[in-house]
């Protein structure tokens, strides 16, 4: 007897709108990014980021990636769509960059997670249903 036949009702499973999706694997990706980071500086806390490239970069990719959570919430598809396929593959580059300089196993861990929804995120948003799909009705 199967879980279902048990409880005399049948869950549903509705399918998820591709732009909560698409949010969803952002929010996943800045918490692993601002994960990795607070790991990072903890590690050197003894010394403080002077680098101006890093403080103009990090604030700017995480500002980027609100923007991206907003814009699959509430954008326009067609932009939505577009600006998914041209951000993502920017932050699998960055992410391919943290995994090739990667010393430590946590980080080797970390990069393939970031890049694993780097990926999610490109394929979705390439699959993104249509009409003709039958997607919205």
């Not at 101006?52 to 939505?80: D, E, F, K, R």
């Amino acid at each position: 007897m199967s879980p279902e036949e048990g409880t005399g009702a049948v869950l549903v499973n509705p399918k998820v709108n591709i732009r909560i999706l698409l949010a969803a694997f952002w929010i996943c990706h800045f918490l692993l990014w601002t994960f990795g980071d607070m790991l990072s500086l903890l590690q050197q806390e003894n010394e403080p980021i002077t680098d101006n490239v890093i403080l103009i970069v990090a604030p700017t990719t995480a500002v980027v990636q609100v923007l991206m959570i907003v814009l699959c919430l509430v954008g326009p598809p067609m932009y939505a769509r577009l600006a998914n396929l041209i951000v993502a593959p920017v932050f699998l580059l960055f992410d391919i960059g943290y995994l090739s300089e990667a010393s430590e196993g946590w980080q080797f861990y970390l990069g393939s997670v970031y890049i694993l929804f780097d990926v999610l995120i490109i394929w979705h948003a390439w699959k993104w249903p249509t009409v003709e799909d039958g997607a919205e009705q």
